[in-house]
Every structure is written in C-alpha cells, then in structure tokens.
C-alpha cells in the first residue's frame, strides 16, 4: 500500500494525558501537513513540515502542541496534557518533492476521543 | 474570517441528474483550487483541481469551471450516482504549492436512486 498511513485510528485518552499521533507519507514525497477536523467543520491546518525542518505552524495551538519529521520514520504530531477541546479528526496529507506541487494526498486520519 | 465558503451544507439530486456544488473564496492570492471528497470515517480523496489561469477542467463525470472574476468555482457531477454520496470538500492554495490547502466547509451530497 503506497498511500498515506496513520496509525493509531482511533485514540482514546483521559483529560491530562499525552497523545502521540503517527503518519508516515507517501513513498517519494517528503512534504508533510497535518489538519484537524472538528465535527461538523472543515479541516483547519495546523503544521506544515519537511524533513527534520518545521516550515509552517502557524495553525498549531503554541501550548501542548508539537510536531516533528525525523530523517527516518513516521512524523508525530504530539498533543500534551490533552482536554476535550483536543477531541477530533486529525488528518496528515503529504505532497510531493517538487515545485508546485498543490497535490495532497491524505491519510485515513486518527479520531482522538478525550474522556 | 473564512476564506473558501461552501454555502449550502447539504444537496440532494436524484440518480443520473446533475449535481452542482458550489464555492465562493475570498483571497485574491489563491491560484489553484482542489476539490475533495470525503466518505464517513475515512479521509478526503483527492477528486479534481484546477489552476487559476484556466476556467474549466474536465475529468470523466467531474468538471470543474473557474469564474475568478467573482471568485468562484463549482463542481459539476453527471451523470450523479448513488456511489457518489458524500461530503465534497472545495480547498484553495496560494504561492505557486506546497503551502497548506484552505478548506470550506463542506456540502454533504445525497444522490437518491
């Protein structure tokens, strides 16, 4: 399967605790987004990365939230000391290694239920 | 303040009709405009695109007309099929790609055989 992957699918954790939320790109693109979806909303961005390099966060909350997108593995977007607030969708896309490439390819996204 | 407005929520059209989804945007800076479509609990797949220098693209049932003058687009569906039900997703990216992608806020279609 060469598309976008995201695991887990479903996450359930309790007010207070961390979430770890993995996406690993399509084989050959190494640009990576991150979007969330609240019920009834379209996807907001949240962080745009390439490898090992943050190149826009301007949609990720400043507190409790970051990202990364080590030279090998999956990106992770982190979610600290998470609040109801935090429940959603959250969807990684990818895109690839060229110019003007508007193309984005997501992944199946990871539901994150805060109880 | 939201860029990419999808006015109507939800559209229902009868098996083999037209379907006509509508997008209106506000930033003069958007140059290429994506639509998506979306089925429950799964994400949005890419459907159709089109680059702010032409005004129509066509891609099997799918066509997608630009009108930048009154910055809008639409996506044109025919014949409509039941497979087709879904929410469709209009998103707009600006400086030449590789930015992220603006979306509206979705209109959820329901093709009635």
């Known amino acids: 399967n060469a598309g976008v992957m995201q695991n887990p699918r479903h996450l359930v954790r309790r007010r207070g605790q961390e979430a770890r939320l993995r996406c690993s790109p399509m084989?050959?693109?190494?640009?990576v987004y991150w979007y969330r979806q609240l019920p009834e909303e379209g996807l907001k961005f949240m962080v745009y990365?390439?490898?090992?390099?943050?190149?826009?966060e301007s949609g990720m909350p400043k507190e409790r939230f970051s990202a990364e997108f080590p030279k090998e593995g999956p990106s992770i977007l982190r979610i600290q000391q998470v609040v109801r607030g935090d429940s959603a969708a959250y969807f990684c896309?990818?895109?690839?290694?060229?110019?003007?490439?508007?193309?984005?390819?997501f992944g199946p996204g990871t539901r994150l239920t805060v109880t | 303040d939201q860029q990419v407005k999808q006015n109507s929520p939800s559209l229902s059209v009868q098996e083999g009709r037209i379907s006509i989804l509508n997008c209106d945007y506000t930033?003069?800076?958007?140059?290429?405009f994506l639509w998506y479509k979306k089925y429950p609990a799964e994400g949005p797949t890419f459907l159709i695109s089109i680059s702010s220098i032409k005004d129509k693209n066509e891609d099997g049932r799918f066509t997608v007309f630009l009108n930048k003058s009154a910055k809008h687009l639409s996506l044109h569906i025919v014949p409509s099929q039941p497979g087709d039900s879904a929410v469709y997703f209009c998103?707009?990216?600006?400086?030449?790609?590789?930015?992220?992608?603006?979306f509206g806020k979705g209109t959820r279609l329901s093709v009635i055989a």
């Open positions: 998103a707009a990216s600006a400086n030449s790609g590789n930015t992220p992608l603006v």
């Open positions: 896309a990818s895109s690839a290694e060229v110019i003007s490439s508007y193309e984005q390819y």
């Open positions: 084989k050959g693109h190494s640009h």
């Open positions: 930033n003069s800076m958007f140059d290429y």
């Open positions: 990365l390439q490898k090992e390099n943050i190149i826009d």
